[in-house]
């Protein structure tokens, strides 16, 4: 692995003499990485993002087809990186290998998947419409007008810790951006600054092989916030896409806020994502249900924005149900966290949890590390649940907190009490759903995906996608970070008129 | 004329007996009007947000036929208000006859156009779409997913003097609003307040025809800034409609900025909507360009947000049309503005220019009363115009400054110097079309409709229409005012899967 440490700015890899460092962390030593980085500085942020304003003159006039090469050649690049790329990813994260593998996979096909989009002249987003002259109309002529979509300029994008490669340097935003037209400045995850590296060089080769301008793509390293705040300040910058923590997207937004140009703030800033399970479904698949409840929330350790963290079911016929999760969470092997940072937030939210008067702990898995997150099952009651907002918080990591209620007046308070969220699953016999319409009718309106009978870990990446949520899940509910959609975050309309 | 001067809440007329009253003005006269209307209070804001977020529960479930049919209602409401809402309307707003009968047409075929849409299942609109599963996809199954569009929830709507039917109570946004399935709080505009009172009897017996929940509809009558400030704060509001000055917009979006959760602004503030005459065509069609361009600018006595205020023409050869423009000018006859305020700024504008080293004025018209304005234009060049930025605002009134150009690279520059505007217009032959085609290219990423040889005035009702645009003559480039597309400003998207 020969690294530079190096920030990537309109086609050159870049770090002043001057520059402070930092270091990524390994996980699974819990010791930091030798690597050293450079830290931009406010100039370089001026410099890539002028670059990128630049480069929009040209890649907006870029033809789809054009774009579409682009993309799938920045396919082909991430490949050709090889297993250096994986090896140096679990590095940083000690993410599991089969899960890296797939999560390339994947961003893979989300930039194969917009460049078949841009094949198909975006068809299927159905953008672009028109309508004919009527010179003839009275008492006045109508003009032939055209509806068309063009990008909206530079975009930020800041990648997410818990999927280094599908939300991050290459990820949804990213290809979005580029497939519409708009040239991206990224930020740099300093969790996994070295795989942000190797992404660089992937897309450096795409822009140099596409003939693309050189400032359609860079890269700032920075741990420092500074440049992030920097970033979004900047006045060529005209959208942001953010994965990541309510308290950086808020922080983020005040600086936004401060800007003469308004701009929107695309962030997706995570869930408890709620299960609800109705009476009849529990009685007769109470067993099923808790092996798979347990099993979705053990994913990445508790790391997806779709993790399931709130359980809402019946106080009554649910002890099987509750059995087997105990049983499930007690032989959960524990494993690290993304961060240093997350692991100590975790630690707090479970002391909170069993420091709680109102919250049972129902069951903890293995701890095979003092620097492991071991799996948690909490318990409470609905009153207290409605009681208290902590409870309602999102907990980064391996735990759920189960929440009985003793009818459906009860349930139908507890949905209307939720925050909003990026999604819920509705478990559920026929006759269970019939009773409960009025209950998955108000439920739509709290979050971004409604699942029935599934649970909410995986998202598929596809036309028909939403990803995201009403506040705070994320701070746009009218756009999805995932699937084909996400495109419409960074082109806005025109009508031509002759 | 039968007035109450109240407002109108949660399907009552209602006004504190200790509320502050103002009055109307009418500009005719340069009086003020005799009837009180009572300034709403806080707790009536409260009163009304509150009710709109009940009624949301019950509109929102409300079929596409039932909204269409509630939408036609109110049409036909309008319409039976008959003589007496003209008369009103030309008392506030001495706006002539004629013009507010075209402008009630408009607002009725606007009603009437959503409820075709909604009788079509809003198919033109393409929200809607789904992916069937494949349960034998390996390594996952595929799940069924469905993109669906709910209604954004309770919308505040503020409407604009200058279109007090079709950006006002019962115009644009509230129409796209209703139809979309929100509720509407309506701040009613204290220069026709009458005209408002009317409007909301219309509704009013549209909601009980139609028996829809009595809060799906409430206006607040105020002149004081504190009532439209405690509305966009109100936690029930979801999305605020705005069309006004950018002073006003910059105070709600501060005030927006504080709530905990984020809610778009859509303001459409205004625009110089330049006129760019390119070389051949001001020789070959000066006089007939000339009297265009001042005809477009009388209209509505230059207070249409699409009125021409900036002409951008070359500097040799031009001597027709600008010799055509000052006849024109100078034969117009004075009216009136609006409002005191709007005559106060436009006379302040005038005095700024006037005084100009820079400016020299062409021609101006007649001035019959004191209060009256006339009309003005002016001539700068290249040079001045881009050196003083008050010479790009706005001047919301029958004025513009006429900016010369030697060649096509100073045209350019212009362009690239200019703000972002609602429109702008190429006045061009074919030949001048292809010696522009980078400036024209160019010129899209300033403006939100982009005309070919016709004028801004006269906003096509349409499904392709656009009509909003880059910062600051909108707060928000990604949505319509006018227009079908409307309607997407307050839905959000949701994926259903199963």
């Known amino acids: 692995m020969n690294l530079s440490g190096k920030s990537y700015i309109n086609g050159a890899w870049q770090a002043a003499q001057t520059a402070s460092t930092f270091y990524a962390f390994c996980p699974a030593t819990n010791e930091p990485l030798t690597q050293a980085f450079f830290n931009a500085s406010e100039a370089q942020v001026e410099e890539a993002t002028n670059a990128a304003e630049q480069a929009f003159k040209a890649y907006r006039k870029t033809s789809m087809t054009a774009r579409a090469e682009f993309l799938e050649t920045i396919a082909q690049e991430i490949l ?22 797939g999560e390339r996979g994947r961003t893979v096909n989300q930039l194969n998947a917009f460049a078949a989009a841009l094949r198909d002249n975006l068809a299927e987003l159905s953008l ?12 006045l002529p109508k003009p032939k007008t055209q509806l068309k979509h063009i990008p909206i300029g530079v975009v930020a994008v800041f990648g997410a810790s818990n999927f280094p490669y599908a939300f991050s340097t290459l990820g949804g935003d990213t290809a979005a951006a580029l497939a519409a037209g ?27 092989k596409c003939d693309m301008p050189s400032g359609v793509f860079s890269m700032l390293q920075a741990k420092a916030y500074d440049v992030a705040h920097c970033l979004v300040k900047a006045e060529p910058i005209k959208a942001v896409g953010f994965t990541g923590s309510f308290g950086v997207a808020k922080a983020l937004q005040d600086t936004i ?34 092996a798979q409840f347990v099993q979705s929330l053990l994913m990445g350790n508790g790391q997806f924005c779709t993790s399931p963290g709130i359980w809402l079911v019946p106080s009554n016929h649910s002890q099987t149900f509750i059995e087997t999760a105990k049983q499930n969470i007690s032989a959960a092997p524990s494993d690290t966290l993304l961060t240093p940072g997350i692991l100590k937030a975790y630690q707090n939210s479970i002391a909170v949890l069993k420091a709680h008067p109102q919250v049972t702990l129902l069951s903890a898995g293995e701890q095979a590390q003092s620097f492991h997150a071991s799996a948690h099952l909490f318990f409470t009651d609905s009153e207290s649940f409605t009681a208290d907002v902590r409870l309602k918080e999102e907990v980064f990591g391996p735990s759920a907190l189960v929440v009985s209620y003793d009818n459906l007046a009860q349930l139908e308070d507890l949905i209307a009490d939720l925050d909003g969220q990026l999604t819920a699953s509705i478990h559920g016999t026929e006759s269970d759903l019939h009773q409960a319409e009025d209950i998955i009718e108000a439920l739509q309106y709290r979050v971004g995906r409604l699942i029935y009978g599934q649970m909410p870990t995986g998202v598929e990446v596809c036309a028909t996608m939403n990803h995201g949520g009403p506040f705070p899940s994320s701070t746009d509910v009218r756009s999805t970070s995932v699937g084909l959609e996400a495109l419409k975050r960074f082109v806005r309309p025109i009508c031509i008129q002759s």
């Open 80 to 101: 050709a990186l090889g297993d250096e790329l994986i090896t140096t990813t679990m590095a940083e994260t000690n993410l599991p290998r089969p899960r890296l593998e």
């Open 257 to 290: 806020t401060k800007r003469h140009e308004p701009i929107p703030l695309y962030g997706e800033l995570g869930s408890v994502n709620p299960q609800i399970v109705l009476p009849e479904k529990i009685q007769s698949q109470g067993a099923e249900l808790g």
């Open 128 to 139: 672009d419409k028109e309508e004919q002259a009527d010179p003839n109309r009275t008492p």
């Open 182 to 208: 708009c040239p991206v400045v990224y930020k740099g995850h300093p969790a996994h600054p070295a795989t942000c590296e190797l992404m660089t060089k992937a897309i450096a080769t795409a822009i140099s």
